[in-house]
């Protein structure tokens, strides 16, 4: 089956430590997402990108970095400039450009300051 | 700029009650509606959606209807059952060339037996 798949489910970080999360999609989209999630909170943009060898920043890109070199991966690294990276962290994909198509969703890492 | 308001939870309701979350949008140009359902420690599900005016989109007994005139995107669902608690999320799509999702904060709904 397709699907977006996101590790490792669960990730701590050292401080003044960067750290990599992994996101794999097969379903052949264009565009791939992250998103921020604090607890009870909403979702927020970190990075986005819909093309390969091109990404742009979200809402609330400091302290993170991307790289978007093949069509199916999307990983992102939380650097030591971001101090408060205890979060949920979702990818996300989406077909096209096309605002009528959803964005389909990984499970998640959740990220923890040891 | 484009937002999206979302009735503020925790909604709780007794298990077959009719479940009513109100979405309500701005947007420029003609965008699409979507709700998606998060349940604990999972990633977002697309729910339902709908792209044009008076479309309703519906899931697993759950509805909503895109109301341009109002610029809102209600769900509903007539009898809610102990499974359906989650929190549930509206979006919007940009009009712009981004096509980006704008995020209402969630509506935590509790179902009790």
């Known amino acids: 089956d397709g699907g977006i798949t996101q590790s490792p489910k669960y990730l701590f970080r050292k401080e003044g430590q960067n750290v990599t999360l992994s996101c794999e999609q097969n379903?052949?989209?264009?565009?791939m997402y992250w998103y921020r999630q604090d607890p009870g909170q909403g979702l927020r943009l970190i990075y986005y990108?819909?093309?390969?060898?091109?990404?742009q920043k979200g809402d609330i890109a400091e302290g993170y970095s991307v790289s978007r070199e093949k069509k199916e991966s999307f990983p992102l690294t939380v650097t030591s400039a971001q101090k408060n990276p205890t979060a949920f962290y979702l990818c996300?994909?989406?077909?096209?450009?096309?605002?009528?198509?959803?964005?389909?969703f990984g499970d998640g890492t959740r990220l923890s300051i040891l | 700029g484009d937002s999206v308001t979302q009735m503020e939870g925790p909604v709780t309701l007794s298990e077959e009650a009719f479940l009513t979350i109100n979405c309500t949008y701005t947007?420029?140009?003609?965008?699409?509606l979507f709700w998606y359902v998060q349940y604990p420690g999972e990633g977002l599900q697309l729910l339902l959606k709908?792209?044009?005016a008076d479309d309703k989109g519906s899931n697993k007994g759950f509805e909503a209807t895109y109301r341009k005139e109002t610029t809102s995107f209600h769900l509903e669902k007539g009898s809610v059952q102990v499974s359906d608690s989650a929190v549930y999320f509206c979006?919007?799509?940009?009009?712009?060339?981004?096509?980006?999702?704008?995020w209402g904060a969630g509506t935590k709904l509790i179902i009790k037996p």
């Open positions: 379903l052949n989209h264009d565009a």
């Open positions: 709908a792209t044009k």
């Open positions: 947007a420029t140009g003609y965008p699409s």
């Open positions: 990108s819909q093309i390969v060898n091109d990404f």
């Open positions: 979006a919007v799509s940009q009009g712009d060339s981004n096509y980006q999702l704008i």
């Open positions: 996300a994909s989406r077909p096209n450009r096309a605002g009528n198509q959803p964005q389909h």
